[in-house]
């Protein structure tokens, strides 16, 4: 396999240094490295960052492959810098057995872009009724650890005890989508002032914190290890601070759209700002910008969510809820949280990759930069800015809430244990 020298990066922004990738892994890093042979990649100026993980990715294979399938997501995954993706269940058929997570892993790996890892059900068919094989989800060949109903809530308490009970035995997580069906009935958006202004029936903050309350509790009760998928109130902040400092085993996620978008975007009855959780208020935006910056949210997911366009370019109401994520995720967390003094570039590595690599309890993903580590990395150009044009995009889809924004960051080259899988900005398959 080719070896590469990558020359004058700046590893999580600090001092340039000349970076050697051998036989897949990172074999040194130091000034004026010579190495004979070698591909040499200019990387003045670039910040290298380890290779992004994502925690929550909809690929829509198999089933909506005229949305997205596990190739395409791949690609996007990569020109945004990701070297994990976790794989959503709610598929058709829904990822509830080890065959159906087995094909998603395969799919990933003959894509070969992204190590792609089956998210499995907590539920048969996302039902909420009985407990899916998770046993055989975890011993199959995709080794599954996370397990959601995304989408849906894990809503009956005796059912989400009973799945933590479960998870535990093989070190496992269960990722909560917290929306209390019973307050979210004909939800369009966030439940306040302008939801009455504009005539769309509420989605309460409190639906959301009711659910992590509870689940916090029974998490701790159980001692299994809880996740909450993107968080998006100040009041869900406050409750996984209190959790985290009474030693529950919780985490938590945000996502870019979250960290960046309010309500008001709701004004023009756009139905491409319609998502769930919805986007909240200006408030509760700088409460979640604050927790991921203190920790007490441990990393960004993007909640990649791709709709074909008669699912998406439609009445607010007949829309499907969600928003593309992978290809702008870091541009939009340079904007929100770096450009904002809120975190450094080590603080970006370690929510982006560290935690969800550590959360997902992937061995050889979310590893520092250094001799020995696993050679997944991105370069990343946090100079140039430019303006999100949906077409351009790698994904099927095209329900991109960041179209016509300019944004901040260019991914240039991201590897995957060695091998480019995007250079130059471009996908390599
Ligand atoms: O907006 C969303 N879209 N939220 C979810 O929980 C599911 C997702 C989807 O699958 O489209
Ligand atoms: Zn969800």
Redesign the pocket.
Known sequence: MTNYLIKGAKPYGGEAADIFLKDGRIASIGEHLRVPGADVIDAAGLVALPGLVDLHT?LREPGREDAETVETGSRAAALGGFTAVHA?A?TDPVADTAGVVEQVWRLGQQAGLVDVVPVGAVTVGLKGERLAELGAMADSAARVRVFSD???CVSDPALMRRALEYVKAFDGVVAQ?A?EPRLTVGAQMHEGDRSARLGLAGWPAAAEEAIIARDVLLAGHVGARLHV??VSTAGSVELLRWAKARGVQVTAEVTPHHLLLTDACAEGYDPVF????PLRTAEDVAALRAGLADGTIDAVAT?H???AVEDKESEWAAA????LGLEQALSVVVETMVETGLLDWAGVADRMSVRPAVIGRLTEQGRPLAPGEPANLLLLDPSTRATVDPAALASRSRNSPYAGRELPGRVVATFLRGVPTVLDGKAQK
């Open positions: 909809h959503m709610n995304d989408g849906m989508h929306e998928c993107h319609k998502v769930n959780p909640d969510a791709p709709h499907r809820p969600g928003m």
